[in-house]
T-cell receptor
């Protein structure tokens, strides 16, 4: 499985945008970039995924570099409820498994 | 009930006990998973079931025994566990599409297991 690298932790303020980076320099052409997050005392939840183009949904935006060696999860206006561990995961097209890394622990200050 | 539910939420057991964890998904999915999340370690995939058939065992010790009686229910039977098996055990489900792709996984809240 191609590997991803994320900062261990990040901190931001409520109502400000948050940019969570992920490096995946060994990504293959058929790897999708998935983001999940795990709120305290809960299981992970799906956030967003993409292949090449930037993606938007109600939770977040995903910006993918042109060479696909990095991506950024964007929370446009962070709330206290967004404090969680965010996981960036590569999953090959058609593959079933998710391989979780350590993720980034995001702290939101009031 | 909606989504993925797990019972019990907390479990304390001795090394000689036998207990079972239960997972139920109310999403109509055809794939289910068991994960283990130990302190300071990433989530580890333990077992995968597709259409009630086990398709992956990630070198899990035999003291963990999964059972999938139907597509909505998944059990993890525990016996003769060790203290290092203390962890959060998470169940997940997803949908396999006829086009050969899997949708996102939906996770339950987990069972916090402590082995004394």
């Amino acid at each position: 499985d191609a590997k991803t690298t994320q900062p261990n932790s990040m901190e931001s303020n409520e109502e400000e945008p948050v940019h969570l980076p992920c490096n995946h320099s060994t990504i293959s052409g058929t790897d999708y970039i998935h983001w999940y997050r795990q709120l305290p005392s809960q299981g992970p939840e799906y956030v967003i995924h993409g292949l090449t183009s930037n993606v938007n949904n109600r939770m977040a935006s995903l910006a993918i570099a042109e060479d696909r060696k990095s991506s950024t999860l964007i929370l446009h206006r962070a709330t206290l409820r967004d404090a969680a561990v965010y996981y960036c995961i590569l999953r090959e097209q058609g593959a079933q498994k998710l391989v979780f890394g350590q993720g980034t622990r995001l702290t939101i200050n009031p | 009930e909606t989504g993925v539910t797990q019972t019990p939420r907390h479990l304390v057991m001795g090394m000689t006990n036998k207990k079972s964890l239960k997972c139920e998904q109310h999403l109509g999915h055809n794939a289910m998973y068991w994960y283990k999340q130990s302190a300071k370690k990433p989530l580890e995939l333990m077992f995968v079931y597709n259409f009630k058939e086990q398709t992956e065992n990630n070198s899990v010790p035999s003291r963990f025994s999964p059972e999938c009686p139907n597509s909505s229910h998944l059990f993890l039977h525990l016996h003769t566990l060790q203290p290092e098996d203390s962890a959060l055990y998470l169940c997940a489900s997803s949908q396999y599409n006829s086009g050969g792709t899997y949708n996102e996984q939906f996770f339950g809240p987990g069972t916090r297991l402590t082995v004394l």
